[in-house]
């Protein structure tokens, strides 16, 4: 176990997620993520991809009439026929022509989630792509081979285009990679790994630079990470009623029976759990009510509960269903083009997602400046001699400040459109808009919920009673990196040991 009470296995061999085609929850990318898996396609999965490929080659060399990306131009040139000589130097047109991608890079952890649900997507049987192209995603995968993706460019609905392109440009021997985090150009890690490139056959460029793959990548990270953070919300929450001599009775299971959202009850629980033992919330109280931040837990904690749950369900539907374009159904010789590339499902869950992680840091913001308050018994800004010491005063402002922020990106970017491609796709989602900026509002939750932490266990030490053996142990692990604070001293290291406790211990 390490300091921060998670269990280690030093021991790990290679082992793999098996590539099927099945249903892929979040749960078991969080394993495969936090295991080191690696990537294998299962027989049926290749079965499926080699006869997609099949069918649609014979499809294309009996085809008369043009079929949409495969033997046409694209967007509003889906009118324009090519020729059967050039089908290949289309597709590999489109990876280079729609590479347009601007701003910071997308992080590592975030491209690498974009290769595994591109190849779940792939793997359908439905997008016409070569068996050798899923491939070789899955030896990015599994050889650390992490293309370089920007977040600005796509508008979440041809499908993810310029992210996608970034991430596809490697498999041609373009773009630019990291590997084992050394920058590296696409023709640079073929040579050094000694892949050819893939020779893009029909329609296989539209299969990779279509879907959502952005969007439901950061929907996943995001995801994982919110659930550990919507706990970790409950668990401050708890630290700081103790530290604040609050009340336990609005958490009384009756209260949340006759208000049954599954999220309240789930929190009320939660906080009960967590003060289980308590001397602290056991005491007898000078005062009849506590504050909405301290008596409101379950009812605000519990609604981004349900959102987050509500957008869980709605991601993994996501990340199993083929979202290029056109889709290919061998059973009924069809070659469909539609709108399974458009990413209204995730842009309103990402914005949704965003309001509820926002709402989680500006009530824990709201506790951290009751706990300074020099109330109730604690001394105020938490420190001795206050005056000589501004002890946590700054700290809560730093919370303001990350909550200020969160109210501006939780503007919803889902209602925004921009006719694009001559006004053929004429409403867009700005899904990945909505992905970005979630990001961002995540990030800003963990740094609140870090400060919280920081100032209830500093308020703890004035306490003469015990709080619970849970947050006793965790902030025995804690207390290893962070100190008490007797007197001012330059903060910002301290909040940073705390963000990584936050982000690491499991409560």
């Given at each position: 176990?390490?300091?921060?009470?998670?269990?280690?296995?030093?021991?790990?061999?290679?082992?793999?997620?098996?590539?099927?085609?099945?249903?892929?929850?979040?749960?078991?990318?969080?394993?495969?993520?936090t295991e080191h898996k690696k990537l294998k396609l299962s027989d049926s999965a290749k079965e499926k991809i080699i006869a997609c490929r099949d069918y649609l080659d014979e499809k294309v060399?009996?085809?008369?009439?043009?079929?949409?990306?495969?033997?046409?131009?694209?967007?509003?040139?889906?009118?324009?026929?090519?020729?059967?000589?050039?089908?290949?130097?289309?597709?590999?047109?489109?990876?280079?022509?729609?590479?347009?991608?601007?701003?910071?890079?997308?992080?590592?952890?975030?491209?690498?989630?974009?290769?595994?649900?591109?190849?779940?997507?792939?793997?359908?049987?439905?997008?016409?792509?070569?068996?050798?192209?899923?491939?070789?995603?899955?030896?990015?995968?599994?050889?650390?081979?992490?293309?370089?993706?920007?977040?600005?460019?796509?508008?979440?609905?041809?499908g993810d285009l310029a992210s996608l392109a970034h991430l596809s440009l490697p498999l041609i021997g373009q773009g630019e990679v990291y590997h084992n985090n050394i920058r590296s150009t696409?023709?640079?890690?073929?040579?050094?790994?000694?892949?050819?490139?893939?020779?893009?056959?029909?329609?296989?460029?539209?299969?990779?630079?279509?879907?959502?793959?952005?969007?439901?990548?950061?929907?996943?990270?995001?995801?994982?990470?919110?659930?550990?953070?919507?706990?970790?919300?409950?668990?401050?929450?708890?630290?700081?009623?103790?530290?604040?001599?609050?009340?336990?009775?609005?958490?009384?299971?009756?209260?949340?029976?006759?208000?049954?959202?599954?999220?309240?009850?789930?929190?009320?629980?939660?906080?009960?759990?967590?003060?289980?033992?308590?001397?602290?919330?056991?005491?007898?109280?000078?005062?009849?009510?506590?504050?909405?931040?301290?008596?409101?837990?379950?009812?605000?904690?519990?609604?981004?509960?349900?959102?987050?749950?509500?957008?869980?369900?709605?991601?993994?539907?996501?990340?199993?269903?083929?979202?290029?374009?056109?889709?290919?159904?061998?059973?009924?010789?069809?070659?469909?083009?539609?709108?399974?590339?458009?990413?209204?499902?995730?842009?309103?869950?990402?914005?949704?997602?965003?309001?509820?992680?926002?709402?989680?840091?500006?009530?824990?913001?709201?506790?951290?400046?009751?706990?300074?308050?020099?109330?109730?018994?604690?001394?105020?800004?938490?420190?001795?001699?206050?005056?000589?010491?501004?002890?946590?005063?700054?700290?809560?402002?730093?919370?303001?400040?990350?909550?200020?922020?969160?109210?501006?990106?939780?503007?919803?970017?889902?209602?925004?459109?921009?006719?694009?491609?001559?006004?053929?796709?004429?409403?867009?989602?700005?899904?990945?808009?909505?992905?970005?900026?979630?990001?961002?509002?995540?990030?800003?939750?963990?740094?609140?919920?870090?400060?919280?932490?920081?100032?209830?266990?500093?308020?703890?030490?004035?306490?003469?009673?015990?709080?619970?053996?849970?947050?006793?142990?965790?902030?025995?692990?804690?207390?290893?990196?962070?100190?008490?604070?007797?007197?001012?001293?330059?903060?910002?290291?301290?909040?940073?040991?705390?963000?990584?406790?936050?982000?690491?211990?499991?409560?």
């Amino acid at each position: 176990m390490d300091k921060f009470g998670i269990k280690t296995n030093k021991n790990m061999t290679d082992t793999f997620h098996l590539i099927s085609g099945d249903f892929l929850s979040i749960a078991e990318i969080k394993t495969i993520i936090t295991e080191h898996k690696k990537l294998k396609l299962s027989d049926s999965a290749k079965e499926k991809i080699i006869a997609c490929r099949d069918y649609l080659d014979e499809k294309v060399e009996r085809s008369e009439a043009p079929i949409y990306g495969i033997n046409t131009g694209f967007g509003s040139l889906c009118d324009t026929e090519i020729s059967k000589k050039d089908l290949g130097q289309l597709q590999t047109n489109l990876v280079i022509s729609h590479a347009c991608g601007m701003g910071e890079e997308v992080p590592k952890e975030i491209v690498r989630l974009m290769i595994l649900l591109k190849v779940q997507g792939l793997s359908q049987g439905h997008s016409g792509v070569q068996l050798a192209t899923v491939q070789r995603l899955i030896d990015f995968y599994n050889h650390d081979v992490t293309p370089i993706v920007y977040t600005q460019g796509s508008l979440g609905a041809s499908g993810d285009l310029a992210s996608l392109a970034h991430l596809s440009l490697p498999l041609i021997g373009q773009g630019e990679v990291y590997h084992n985090n050394i920058r590296s150009t696409g023709a640079g890690i073929n040579q050094q790994m000694g892949w050819d490139p893939i020779q893009l056959q029909s329609k296989e460029g539209l299969a990779l630079l279509n879907g959502t793959q952005f969007m439901s990548a950061y929907a996943t990270h995001c995801m994982i990470q919110l659930e550990h953070f919507s706990a970790w919300a409950d668990f401050a929450a708890a630290t700081s009623i103790d530290a604040f001599d609050g009340r336990i009775e609005p958490y009384n299971h009756l209260i949340h029976q006759v208000r049954p959202h599954e999220g309240q009850i789930a929190t009320a629980k939660a906080v009960n759990t967590y003060l289980e033992g308590s001397e602290l919330i056991k005491r007898k109280k000078a005062h009849v009510q506590d504050p909405y931040c301290l008596r409101c837990v379950p009812q605000v904690h519990g609604a981004s509960k349900d959102t987050i749950a509500h957008a869980k369900k709605v991601t993994e539907t996501e990340i199993n269903s083929v979202t290029d374009n056109p889709t290919i159904f061998i059973e009924t010789d069809e070659v469909v083009s539609a709108g399974n590339f458009h990413g209204q499902p995730l842009a309103l869950v990402l914005d949704f997602l965003a309001i509820a992680a926002a709402e989680l840091a500006s009530i824990s913001e709201r506790r951290c400046y009751k706990l300074v308050s020099g109330t109730r018994g604690l001394p105020a800004f938490l420190v001795g001699n206050p005056g000589l010491n501004s002890g946590f005063m700054i700290a809560q402002y730093a919370a303001a400040s990350a909550v200020s922020q969160n109210k501006q990106l939780a503007t919803p970017a889902s209602v925004d459109t921009i006719d694009s491609s001559n006004g053929q796709e004429d409403h867009v989602s700005m899904g990945a808009n909505a992905a970005t900026k979630l990001l961002r509002v995540v990030e800003n939750l963990e740094k609140v919920l870090a400060i919280e932490w920081f100032t209830a266990t500093q308020a703890l030490e004035f306490r003469d009673e015990k709080t619970s053996q849970a947050i006793q142990k965790a902030i025995g692990f804690y207390r290893d990196r962070v100190h008490f604070l007797e007197n001012d001293e330059v903060m910002y290291p301290l909040i940073e040991l705390s963000r990584e406790f936050v982000r690491r211990y499991r409560v």
